[in-house]
């Protein structure tokens, strides 16, 4: 079963908590016990697992990436966005989390994030559900 979830991210660079929208997918189905792929069909955004509870870590990793990739490096990507597609290549196009009791298994501190990094623009988020 494949869902879609459209987001319209507000900055250049930002990581928006999507786990209530992957949870309100899930609900929506019978699937009680499976798995869910969470997938970023995007090359300058990705899709991570992180901290949900102190937002200074989400500004942390957003600082280090920058400290990582700086915008004043050289690049030949003609577009100008090199350092977007590099941060979306560290994070990654997807993660896949298990569906237990027809809820989300995260960790206590855990959230489900789509990291923006050349934004503002509207994004899609596609969830395979596997029943399993
Ligand atoms: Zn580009």
Avoid at 30 to 47: E, F, M, Q, S
Wanted: proline letters at 4%; charged letters at 20%; hydrophobic letters at 40%.
């Amino acid at each position: 079963m494949r869902r879609s979830v459209t987001i319209a991210t507000a900055k250049a660079c930002q990581f928006i908590d999507i786990t209530s929208q992957v949870q309100t997918a899930i609900s929506e189905t019978d699937i009680t016990d499976g798995l869910v792929i969470i997938y970023c069909p995007h090359t300058t955004a990705g899709i991570t697992i992180n901290e949900n509870a102190d937002p200074d870590v989400r500004a942390d990793i957003l600082q280090h990436l920058d400290a990582m990739v700086p915008n004043s490096s050289s690049f030949r990507h003609g577009e100008g966005n090199s350092p977007a597609h590099i941060k979306a290549s560290f994070m990654g196009s997807s993660a896949t989390v298990i569906i237990s009791e027809g809820r989300l298994s995260l960790g206590t501190w855990q959230g489900i994030y789509l990291c923006e990094f050349d934004g503002p623009r509207t994004r899609n988020v596609w969830l395979k559900l596997i029943e399993a």
